[in-house]
């Protein structure tokens, strides 16, 4: 081993035991490039879930009932698109270039979350994302606020201000639901039947944290299994309080164990997501395409480059 080496060991071995003993990392400091790598790809596809978020709801904007939900949804589409640039901004200053990221997103070579390649069929599912989706994503958010890496917490304290907003938002829409005629009732308990699996998906399969490299890292400080546990706690009773049943016979809590125990679906589904097959996949990634073309002008005007898109395998799965 060369001397060259020894050194990296051992910066790498300081390193390591900086991050697990809850130090932070700034972007201008020296990383192992697995640190780098992994948390550029995370980070990433945190920011491409932000940006293809906005488009589900972004679909009832003109549908909304009132103006009072018109304006609270268009407000929330305008935060989940500026949380998208927030945290592309961490990810740039790691190394990787926003209009890269934006490429690779549109040309189906990244990933964004499972929940946002699903269909949004009724008002109900603007109710059950705005409460369990977003609610789930408070929860993994959340725990980021406690990340080695230094901009990425601080960019958290902000994203998780204004998520804390658009759950509010979707427990009113719920409460409303909830507490309305059958039909409504109806709507929103066909919604928590269809999101219900996909929710469950968003906390990924249960992995052992020894076999997590995030974890390790400290990228992610918990394990799917902690946030999704504590995701049960949090909205069951919300959800049973209004008589609404969760589709899953065998949930339960064990006050003794202290514990929820529940039915683990078949996690194919979330592989062939991750593949970029979803029942909305090709169509969202069309649009974001349609707007990314429509607005090249602007970025044209900046100096800054134009997105290839016209080959991208999203515009010839939606048959554009």
């Known amino acids: 081993m060369t001397t060259l080496d020894t ?35 995370f980070i990433e596809m945190h920011a491409n879930s932000e940006l293809m978020g906005a488009l589900p709801e972004r679909e009832w904007i003109s549908r909304a009932p009132t103006l009072r939900r018109k304006m609270s949804l268009t407000a929330k589409v305008q935060d989940e698109v500026g949380h998208g640039h927030l945290i592309y901004r961490v990810a740039e200053d790691l190394g990787k270039p926003r209009p890269e990221m934006l490429s690779d997103l549109l040309n189906k070579r990244t990933k964004f979350h499972n929940v946002f390649h699903y269909p949004t069929m009724s008002w109900g599912d603007v109710a059950v994302i705005g409460c369990l989706v977003d609610g789930a994503a408070i929860i ?16 958290m304290k902000r994203v998780c201000a204004e998520e804390s907003f658009h759950q509010r938002h979707g427990e009113d829409l719920l409460l409303e639901l909830g507490g309305g005629t059958e ?19 968003f906390f990924g399969p249960k992995t052992p944290a020894e076999k997590d490299r995030l974890l390790y890292w400290r990228i992610k400080t918990e394990t799917n299994e902690e946030l999704r546990q504590r995701f049960f706690d949090r909205y069951v009773p919300k959800l049973w309080d209004l008589g ?47 707007m990314t073309d429509a607005n090249s002008w602007a970025r044209e005007l900046m100096g800054e480059p134009r997105l290839d898109t016209a080959d991208s395998p999203a515009l010839q799965g939606a048959g554009a």
């Open 7 to 41: 050194d990296l060991e051992q910066r790498t071995a300081a390193f390591v035991e900086h991050v697990q003993a809850g130090g932070t990392v700034e972007a201008d400091d020296w990383m192992p490039d697995e640190y780098r790598q992994m948390a550029i790809k």
């Open 140 to 155: 993994t958010q959340t725990a980021l606020l406690t990340t080695s890496l230094a901009p990425y917490r601080r960019v």
């Open 244 to 290: 609404i049943s969760i589709p899953d016979p065998a949930l339960s809590y064990d006050p003794d164990a202290d514990h929820w125990t529940w039915t683990e679906p078949s996690w194919d589904e979330l592989r062939t997501i991750a593949k970029g097959n979803g029942p909305m996949t090709d169509t969202r990634l069309s649009w974001r395409i349609w």
């Open 183 to 201: 039909a409504q009732r109806e709507m929103l308990q066909d919604a928590v039947n269809r999101w219900w699996v996909p929710v469950m998906h």
